[in-house]
T-cell receptor, first 114, second 111 residues
């Protein structure tokens, strides 16, 4: 069982609200990721980070922002949620250095914007 | 650009039979591949990985085969069980770059 946590697991909010999805890992991994996934569909990388104070945009354009002030914490923020943001958001982490390494995923946050 | 895709979106197998899930990738420079299992309401879970210098790797009831000539990856599950029902994703990586995931195959195990 991977030591990576996401809160909340489910969130239903109204349009225009600001939300922050939390992600924490206790494995000391340098690299962290946020993916967006519609049910049964592929994962789309929206943000990633190589370490503290590093944030990069992923392959899929997103209106969300991220921050990495601490190694273990990688929150994702939506300033003004819209129905188009309804999706599942998955956080992951992996070691930075060395050869092939797997990503460990959190359980996900299912977001519904009304 | 890079793409990883699966041949079949759904697969139904009888309990006890073997399952084969396929994946095609387009980046010949990819050197590392992972198969993930995702159950409903959960995040993807690592199943097995393989490096590009290998053709085959076996785990417990699972085998991954890599054919670099045709850029094809497959996951074989022996004696499929009801608990194997899930969506399976392949993912490729190119020397530490970000992973690229395929669209997923839903495996349904019939009693």
């Amino acid at each position: 069982e991977a030591d990576i946590y996401q809160t909340p697991r489910y969130l239903v909010i109204g349009t225009g609200k600001k939300i922050t999805l939390e992600c924490s890992q206790t494995m000391g991994h340098d690299k962290m990721y946020w993916y967006q996934q519609d049910p049964g569909m592929e994962l789309h990388l929206i943000h990633y980070s190589y370490g503290v104070n590093s944030t990069e945009k992923g392959d899929l354009s997103s209106e969300s922002t991220v921050s990495r002030i601490r190694t273990e914490h990688f929150p994702l923020t939506l300033e003004s949620a819209r129905p188009s943001h309804t999706s599942q958001y998955l956080c992951a982490s992996s070691p930075l250095a060395g050869g092939p390494n797997e990503q460990f995923f959190g359980p996900g946050t299912r977001l519904t914007v009304l | 650009g890079e793409s990883v895709g699966l041949h079949l979106p759904t697969l139904s197998v009888q309990e006890g039979d073997n399952s084969i899930i396929n994946c095609a990738y387009s980046n010949s420079a990819s050197d590392y591949f992972i198969w993930y299992k995702q159950e409903s309401g959960k995040g993807p879970q690592f199943i097995i990985d393989i490096r590009s210098n290998m053709d085959k790797r076996q785990g417990q009831r699972v085998t991954v085969l890599l054919n670099k000539t045709v850029k094809h990856l497959s996951l074989q599950i022996a004696a499929t069980q009801p608990g194997d029902s899930a969506v399976y994703f392949c993912a490729e990586n190119n020397y530490g770059q970000n992973f690229v995931f395929g669209p997923g195959t839903r495996l349904s195990v019939l009693p």
